[in-house]
């Protein structure tokens, strides 16, 4: 939900309440806060003052050193009381049962959440949305119209009821808002007694929830919280950024006169002006104390605030517990800054920030006794002696320089600063002497006069004249003399801070010629680097060209590897296919030698077998012929055994 419609939607349910409510209210000491005019947010102003915010010390950091908004500025601005009981009790891990109890409104089991429409519709408030072409004044009107027929209008056992309502949304919604739709209900068991609501430090709270909102990051353009009282701290403190419009002056509080300033320009322009003009902001125009001609007229929450400030104090919103370290900020109060310890992580300790307390039952009381005790001793006092800032600005340089002097090109001008203090100082020196003539004047006077008495009548009306006149004289005297002295220390601390900027402008020649220094040394570093560079490159190229050239001496040896294995294999196959015709040769050699043998053999054979082939049948053919004759003759021949072979050699050699 925006911050503005948030605004209306409270405001609307305030003015639905009949006379006797509000009465009820004002006797709260909220009744302030609903007489200022809704604002327009100013996110950019918001988020530029979140990124010059040091968290650890509670306080925005600029060129001129902390600032650090206090109880003065919340009563002033605000008109919130920040006197009285510390806003501290019980935070419970359920708020259930004290919901329906307190407020007859359901909340969920482990939470610490009212629904939010179910919160606005017991008020009254259905219709939250704006209709076309409706003024802010007509939705305002329409919203308490519709609402005011949903309150109660006399008192009964139902107005605590609607006014606890009321109160959670105001407190929720408004004065203790967070990021998202979600009030919470943290502050609901104070609403218990509706009579002691009144007699806690409300303001005090608020302003401990401003600090807690600044630790967001700078990121966040989203506005939480009372936002109009950072517009007018930032408008009354830094005017030259001129953010802000002096609408109606002299109505109380102070947020009631300004009015935020339209800026159509994109959000991420108007951050940059701004970071900008903080950066370069002039020390003169800084308004350290812009309260000094305020009264307490009109304003009776004022004289009971009044012994809260200028005080280094704890700050209590229950489960929120951090310092007010107004010890930085001495100048808000008319003194000189004197060196203090800047405050550092872990120095202080932060149960608010450990703990949020949302998770068992936590009694704040027990838990931040000491701070607690703190509060009600009304802290510490702020006194300084010191006639000089320049220690503590040496040291918040030394802490801070990185963060708050940006660049060179925002620099303070200096010298235009040393020209507005050496022209006030030769006018203060004038005066002086103006003064010193008038003195000198005024005591011849008086010695004449003194002079005179000696010598004139002793008449009673006499004296009385002469006495008369010498004590006017005398009166006029100490006056001069009094203003003398006066203008004596305003020309001590004049020519202070003409010292002071004559060494601001000398620190800054001196930072100026180091620049340049470093400037020249950074060019040729530069050139060097560029040089660097462009050997890098021709090394790199240089690198990858020889990495082409090993790689292609890799694939010709690879190829010359792979040729010489296969002219290996290819040698290898012919000398095995040598070996292997050798040895072919001389079993062909073997073979025929031993054919030749064989062949020869079976010749010899063959022809010896055919001669005595030829024999026996030579020798046959004799018998045939013998037998035929002696069978002529009578008898017969013996036949030949069956047994004997022809040309079996038996009968002629065939060897």
């Not at 020649?509 to 560079?533: M, N, S, V, W």
Request: charge should be negative; aromatic fraction near 8%.
């Amino acid at each position: 939900m925006r911050a503005r419609v948030s605004w209306t939607l409270v405001l609307a349910a305030f003015l639905a309440l009949p006379p006797f409510q509000r009465d009820r209210v004002e006797e709260m000491g909220f009744g302030e806060i609903f007489r200022i005019d809704r604002m327009r947010v100013d996110p950019a102003l918001t988020q530029a003052l979140r990124s010059r915010c040091d968290t650890e010390a509670n306080a925005y950091v600029f060129p001129s050193g902390h600032m650090i908004p206090n109880l003065e500025d919340v009563s002033q601005i605000t008109g919130l009381s920040v006197y009285g009981k510390a806003v501290s009790g019980y935070t419970y891990p359920c708020y259930h049962d004290i919901a329906e109890r307190l407020l007859d409104l359901p909340v969920e089991r482990r939470s610490s959440v009212v629904p939010r429409i179910a919160l606005q519709e017991s008020l009254g408030l259905f219709e939250a949305g704006k209709n076309a072409g409706e003024s802010e004044d007509e939705y305002l009107e329409r919203l308490a119209s519709v609402s005011r027929r949903e309150l109660v209008s006399e008192p009964g056992p139902q107005v605590d009821l609607d006014l606890r309502r009321f109160l959670v949304l105001f407190l929720g919604r408004l004065l203790f808002a967070t990021r998202g739709d979600a009030v919470h209900c943290r502050f609901l068991p104070l609403l218990a007694d509706l009579g002691e609501v009144g007699g806690y430090a409300w303001g005090a709270a608020f302003l401990a929830h401003q600090f807690d909102c600044l630790s967001a990051s700078d990121r966040q353009t989203s506005t939480s919280g009372f936002y109009p009282f950072l517009l007018v701290w930032a408008y009354l403190h830094l005017p030259a950024l001129g953010r802000g419009e002096l609408t109606r002056p002299g109505l109380v509080p102070i947020a009631r006169r300004w009015e935020s300033r339209r800026d159509t320009r994109h959000l991420a322009d108007q951050l940059e002006c701004l970071q900008e003009a903080i950066d370069s902001y002039p020390y003169l125009d800084v308004v350290w104390q812009p309260y000094l001609g305020e009264g307490d007229e009109g304003q009776p929450w004022l004289a009971q605030a009044r012994p809260y400030f200028g005080r280094s104090v704890w700050l209590h919103a229950l489960n929120v517990v951090l310092p007010l370290n107004l010890f930085l900020t001495q100048r808000s109060l008319g003194f000189r800054q004197s060196v203090v310890e800047l405050p550092v992580r872990d120095r202080f300790r932060r149960p608010g920030r450990s703990f949020r307390g949302l998770h068992d039952t936590t009694d704040w009381r027990e838990r931040a006794r000491e701070q607690i005790e703190n509060w009600e001793r009304k802290g510490k006092s702020v006194k300084s002696t010191t006639t000089t800032d320049d220690a503590y600005l040496r040291a918040y340089a030394l802490k801070y320089g990185g963060k708050v002097y940006k660049s060179a090109r925002h620099q303070v001008d200096v010298a235009g600063e040393v020209a507005s203090l050496q022209a006030l100082l030769l006018s203060e020196t004038y005066d002086q002497e103006a003064a010193r003539r008038e003195t000198e004047e005024l005591r011849r006077e008086l010695e004449s006069v003194r002079r005179g008495a000696g010598g004139a009548s002793t008449s009673r009306g006499g004296e009385s004249d002469r006495a008369s006149l010498q004590a006017q004289l005398t009166a006029a005297i100490s006056r001069a003399e009094e203003a003398e002295r006066h203008l004596e220390d305003r020309e001590r601390d004049l020519r202070f801070t003409n010292e002071h900027a004559m060494d601001l402008q000398a620190q800054r020649d001196r930072y100026q010629g180091e620049l340049k220094t470093t400037r020249g040394d950074r060019d040729q570093l530069r050139i060097r680097a560029e040089a660097d560079e462009t050997r890098a490159t021709e090394v790199t190229g240089e690198r990858d060209q020889l990495r082409t050239q090993m790689e292609a001496a890799e694939a010709r040896v690879a190829a010359m590897t792979t040729e010489l294995a296969a002219l290996r294999e290819s040698l290898a196959q012919r000398l095995q296919q040598i070996v292997t015709d050798i040895g072919h040769s001389r079993s062909r050699s073997r073979s025929a030698a031993s054919a030749s043998r064989a062949t020869g053999g079976t010749v010899g054979q063959y022809l010896a077998s055919s001669s005595s082939r030829r024999r026996n049948e030579a020798e046959e053919r004799r018998r045939q012929d013998e037998g035929g004759a002696q069978g002529e003759g009578g008898g017969g021949a013996m036949l030949p055994s069956p047994d004997r072979q022809e040309g079996s050699g038996e009968c002629g050699g065939g060897e």
